[in-house]
């Protein structure tokens, strides 16, 4: 099941697309939105880009 989750996840929101959103502050409804998902499911992507991109997305948790 995780693994039809993390399919899902890079299916739906595609690292191309997060990318032209770099540094854009939106929140986590806007970015569900976007992407016409839920919004649960829109913070699971940006914890999966977090875990496999971590310089990339760094300034989603503040400056490390």
Same mark, same amino acid.
């Given at each position: 099941?995780? #693994?039809?989750?993390?399919? $899902?996840?890079?299916?739906?929101?595609?690292?191309?697309? %997060?990318?032209?959103?770099?540094?854009?502050? %939106?929140?986590?409804? +806007?970015?569900? +939105?976007?992407?016409?998902?839920?919004? /649960?499911?829109?913070?699971?992507?940006?914890?999966? $880009?977090?875990?496999?991109?971590?310089?990339? /997305?760094?300034?989603?948790?503040?400056? #490390?």
């Amino acid at each position: 099941e995780k #693994q039809a989750d993390v399919f $899902a996840a890079f299916l739906l929101m595609p690292e191309s697309k %997060l990318e032209k959103l770099i540094g854009k502050e %939106l929140t986590i409804f +806007e970015l569900a +939105e976007k992407f016409e998902v839920l919004p /649960y499911f829109a913070k699971f992507r940006i914890g999966l $880009a977090k875990h496999y991109s971590p310089k990339k /997305y760094a300034f989603l948790w503040g400056n #490390q």
